[in-house]
């Protein structure tokens, strides 16, 4: 169900045609002059019903009494239409309404304009609803309440056949007819109080004279109504049009999109622009393989429409920075970052979505010529990388004298390999271009292997694994978990104390597993822990002074990992105590957590 009030900003009004404020006008001079003059109730009421049919277009018109504080019952003054009209149960069903809730009752506490599709949940609480449908069928039934100075003088019911809702533009001229009833109802009860007031005898003589003054003050606040009217209208058309400029020069581009008002969408020029065509939402039926605009996920994937951005924020999901691409029709694409979120009224409702796109290609060129720029490097560093480590091995081989040389050949050898790999991890997460091929794994077992294998290569640091029961398999790429684990084993024997053991740790968290693992040290500083998994930070503390050198991207790289399997690391330390590391990773089937 729908409530609008005067101060209520109408579904699609955006979209609204030209020609509204001209057939609102023409409802408001057409129902002024059929009231002109008419001040006896009896004339009135069926008046009104029989106006609010013809100039609303509506199959039923119903008008009823105001309730006195829901004591009395709230009576059928009027109606129009024959399925109404007719005598019988159905009339009588409409006259005594507090019996039961009812849309007219509605309307009449909350003095707004209530609205709504007679559908099962509408017929199940409404009385009068599911009256009205028992005669008409599908249909959309619309209650205003009538005001006047002294208050609510009665509530007027329009019933439109079909299951569509009315028009946006309808429920303007709704709202102007039940002002004006309302001013003729009032006009019509003081009269007949003044009539009521004078002397029988008095009132055959003076009749002529007491309804001048009454008719006068009625055609008054007629046309005080209109003037009303006007100024409300020419209020709104400047501020309809202040937006329209606004969103058209807006310098980053928009569009608001309403998919409740037809889907109606406007984009600024700047959009339009953007996408060398009207935006995607508006070229959804175009003739299959004429050339238009698509949103793509980057790659290329067209969206389907459930995916757009807009559509996404109308249903509440809004996004931030988000890199999408346009597709123009020419076959090009611009990459854009997105960000969409909802439109909502004081009570929460949403209205619609904006959206906003900010070309990047500049920094989208920028990222793959710096990508571009690592792979070349890495690559001419790998072909003389080969050659030293071909010859090392030979010479290894050869000589007995010169193993030791040739050891050490191929240990820089393995490290200059291992920094190449680090650059081209870096450069593709800072790209966004970072992938994994997870599959399902046993990260226990994974772990036994890597605490193994760190025992072989540095059998001086003990390391103890500690694997609680049930932890079931999570969805990892075992290769670049394999490359957390070893960074951070890496980690613990390179700053940690020779004499403590490492500790490795694997358990469950609710939806998380959790990997930790812990020395003892001299820690880390309390203002480098914010830095730690920033690019080229490199652990300042640490007993090794000769420990090698390194790019400072371990840490970085693991937490691009982590973050590409949907988890979580970070680090924990107490000076002089103790530094422990710990990935969390979610399980298959269980949200993603918020941090």
């Known amino acids: 169900m729908t ?21 609102l006008a023409g409802t408001v001079a057409e129902a002024s002059a059929a009231l002109s003059g008419k001040l006896d109730p009896q004339e009135l009421h069926p008046t009104l019903v029989a106006l609010a049919a013809r100039l609303l277009g509506a199959d039923v018109a119903l008008l009823h009494s105001a309730p006195a504080d829901g004591a009395l019952p709230i009576r059928l003054l009027a109606s129009h239409g024959s399925p109404i009209a007719l005598p019988g149960e159905r009339t009588a069903a409409l006259d005594d309404l507090p019996s039961t809730p009812s849309l007219v009752q509605r ?90 007031e004078r002397r029988p005898a008095d009132a055959l003589d003076d009749a002529p004279a007491a309804r001048s003054p009454a008719l006068q003050r009625a055609e008054a606040l007629l046309q005080d109504a209109r003037a009303a009217l006007r100024d409300a209208d020419g209020r709104l058309a400047a501020e309809r049009e202040w937006l ?24 600024s020029r700047r959009c339009e622009q953007l996408c060398g065509g009207p935006h995607p939402l508006k070229t959804p039926g175009w003739p299959e393989g004429a050339p238009c605009v698509r ?26 920075c988000e890199e999408l691409w346009f597709r123009r029709p020419d076959g090009s694409y611009v990459p854009v970052i997105v960000s969409a979120g909802p439109i909502r009224d004081d009570h929460g409702a ?15 060129e920028r990222a793959r010529l710096r990508e571009e720029w690592t792979s070349i490097v890495a690559h001419d560093l790998k072909q003389p990388l080969t050659a030293i480590s071909a010859y090392a091995g030979m010479l290894s081989r050869r000589s007995q004298d010169t193993s030791g040389w040739s050891e050490k050949i191929l240990a820089s050898a393995r490290r200059l390999e291992q920094m190449i790999d680090d650059l081209f991890d870096a450069s593709k ?28 290569e540095r059998p001086d640091r003990a390391v103890v694994l500690a694997v609680d029961e049930g932890v079931p398999p999570v969805l990892v790429d075992p290769a670049r978990m394999d490359q957390v684990i070893g960074n951070l084993l890496l980690n613990a024997a390179k700053y940690g104390d020779p004499s403590a053991p490492t500790r490795v740790t694997l358990s469950r968290r609710g939806a998380e597993v959790e990997v930790a693992v812990e020395n003892r040290g001299q820690g880390i500083p309390p203002d480098e822990l914010p830095r730690l998994f920033q690019r080229f930070q490199r652990l300042s503390s640490g007993p090794s002074s000769n420990a090698p050198p390194g790019t400072g991207l371990g840490l970085y790289i693991c937490k691009g990992i982590v973050e590409a399997h949907g988890g979580r690391i970070w680090a924990q330390s107490t000076p002089d105590e103790s530094t422990s590391f710990h990935v969390s990773l979610p399980l298959p089937g269980a949200p993603a957590g918020d941090g």
């Open 3 to 23: 409530r609008t009030s005067g101060h209520d900003r109408l579904p699609g009004a955006t979209g609204e045609p030209a020609s509204a404020t001209a057939q």
């Open 107 to 196: 309307a009449a506490q909350s003095r707004c304009v209530e609205h709504t599709a007679a559908d099962e949940a509408a017929r199940e609480r409404f009385h009068d609803v599911r009256a009205i449908e028992a005669c008409l069928g599908p249909c959309w039934v619309l209650c205003a309440p009538l005001l006047g100075a002294d208050g609510l003088l009665g509530v007027l019911t329009c019933a439109l056949a079909g299951r569509s809702a009315p028009p946006p533009e309808l429920l303007p001229r709704v709202q102007a007819l039940g002002a004006l009833f309302g001013l003729a109802l009032q006009a019509a009860e003081r009269a007949a109080e003044q009539r009521a």
């Open 244 to 267: 329209r400029i606004i969103i058209e020069d807006f310098p980053v581009a928009i569009a608001i999109f309403d998919e409740r008002g037809g889907r109606s969408l406007l984009a």
């Open 295 to 320: 949103l793509c996920q980057p790659g290329g994937r067209p969206l389907l429409h459930h995916e757009m951005p807009l559509v996404r924020a109308a249903r509440g999901q809004g996004m931030t």
């Open 350 to 364: 949403i209205l619609g979505a904006v959206a906003s796109y900010e070309d990047v290609t500049h920094y989208a």
């Open 429 to 456: 997460i800072e790209a966004r271009r970072f992938s994994i091929e997870p599959r399902p794994t046993d990260l226990g077992a994974q772990l036994r292997a890597a605490v193994e294998l760190a025992a072989a």
